[in-house]
T-cell receptor
Framework: GAGVSQTPSNKVTEKGKYVELRCDPISGHTALYWYRQSLGQGPEFLIYFQGTGAADDSGLPNDRFFAVRPEGSVSTLKIQRTERGDSAVYLC??????????FGPGTRLTVL | SQQGEEDPQALSIQEGENATMNCSYKTSINNLQWYRQNSGRGLVHLILIRSNEREKHSGRLRVTLDTSKKSSSLLITASRAADTASYFCATPDYGGSQGNLIFGKGTKLSVKP
């Protein structure tokens, strides 16, 4: 079946701009996670949704970052007033409630 | 914060050789997973080992877990060029919602044909 998809695959933006990154989880997966991965590092947790609600947003670095999952399926990660330090690969994962998470291919964000 | 730390950071071997990667973690866990990542993109789940298991096999993969030493190892036998990737261990974040994972920095494996 279809895996987790993320769009766009690459996003280049200018400092100060607003960006939206989209994640389509595997159908039926109730849990959805966003991670951020900088070069040479492992993924770092940003936010976790169980259904439509954010069960844990403790990983969001500041209030410029926000994520929604209004219908319990697709999720959008929103970054306001982007900074060069936001450049990274943003990974989305979903899970049917088991321990294993299924990752999408990621969105590579570059802030110039 | 990162819970797991993989060792070595980079490993280069010839095709056919075995590759061993180690992971150490800080707090008590009830499971540990290994993931693989090609070219900095999406991660693929390889294997999960629970705290009551000491060793687990999946194809050419062998994972061990030593909860007394808070460490795990991943062994890839008879490596192939296609095994070239970064490998990460991941543990549950009990400080948070228990839904998310904490990853180490990974071991970058290069298998030369």
């Amino acid at each position: 079946g279809a895996g987790v998809s993320q769009t766009p695959s690459n996003k280049v933006t200018e400092k100060g701009k607003y960006v939206e990154l989209r994640c389509d989880p595997i159908s039926g997966h109730t849990a959805l996670y966003w991670y951020r991965q900088s070069l040479g590092q492992g993924p770092e947790f940003l936010i976790y949704f169980q259904g439509t609600g954010a069960a844990d947003d403790s990983g969001l670095p500041n209030d410029r970052f926000f994520a929604v999952r209004p219908e319990g399926s697709v999720s959008t990660l929103k970054i306001q007033r982007t900074e060069r330090g936001d450049s990274a690969v943003y990974l989305c994962a979903s899970s049917p409630g088991t321990i294993t998470q299924y990752f999408g291919p990621g969105t590579r964000l570059t802030v110039l | 914060s990162q819970q797991g730390e993989e060792d070595p950071q980079a490993l280069s071997i010839q095709e056919g050789e075995n590759a061993t990667m180690n992971c150490s973690y800080k707090t008590s866990i009830n499971n540990l997973q290994w993931y693989r990542q090609n070219s900095g993109r999406g991660l693929v789940h390889l294997i999960l080992i629970r705290s009551n298991e000491r060793e687990k096999h999946s194809g050419r993969l062998r994972v061990t877990l030593d909860t007394s030493k808070k460490s795990s190892s991943l062994l890839i036998t008879a490596s192939r060029a296609a095994d070239t990737a970064s490998y990460f261990c991941a543990t549950p974040d009990y400080g948070g919602s228990q839904g998310n994972l904490i990853f180490g920095k990974g071991t970058k494996l290069s298998v030369k044909p």
